[in-house]
């Protein structure tokens, strides 16, 4: 003879199966977004890094060094532990245009990934004197 279950008791037990399959997204979502707004946050930091780099070395007397070791000072100050591995160029600089390129790496959540390059530029003419009638 066979048990018959009340329409009522068929679904018992679906729920946690349901949730069983569901939290593992979820939690995958949650962790791309995470992912996503941290390597966000790090090419932020490089950006603002490399324009405070031309920003210093853009100045009357100043260098393509000054503005090096300044971006150098903003990716520190700024990056944290978020932007890892940065590098600052001063590549593709002449004597009326500073250049400064921050290349870095986001912290990865996932363990033993590298983490995602980051890259940011920033140009701008270097100022000069000149009199009144010199253009």
Same mark, same amino acid.
């Not at 199966?17 to 932020?44: D, E």
């Not at 393509?64 to 150098?72: D, Y």
């Given at each position: ?51 405070? #780099? ?6 009357? =007397?100043? /260098?393509?060094?000054?503005?090096? !070791?300044? +971006?150098?000072?903003? $990716? ?27 290349? #870095? ?6 363990? =033993?990934? /590298?983490?995602?390059?980051?890259? !940011?530029? +920033?140009?701008?003419? $270097? ?9």
């Amino acid at each position: 003879m066979f048990l018959s279950l009340a329409p009522a008791d068929r679904d018992r037990g679906s729920s946690p199966i349901q949730v069983a399959i569901l939290f593992p997204v979820i939690i995958l979502l949650l962790l791309a977004l995470t992912q996503g707004f941290l390597a966000a946050y790090a090419h932020n930091a490089a950006a603002t890094a490399a324009r405070e #780099g031309v920003s210093a070395g853009r100045m009357y =007397g100043a /260098g393509p060094g000054e503005g090096a !070791a300044k +971006a150098r000072s903003a $990716v520190n100050a700024i990056g944290g532990n978020i932007l890892t591995g940065a590098s600052v160029s001063t590549a593709g600089s002449s004597a009326d245009r500073i250049s400064i390129t921050v290349r #870095g790496r986001a912290i990865s959540l996932v363990p =033993g990934m /590298g983490g995602w390059p980051v890259t !940011a530029s +920033a140009s701008g003419p $270097v100022e000069r004197w000149t009199t009144a009638g010199d253009r």
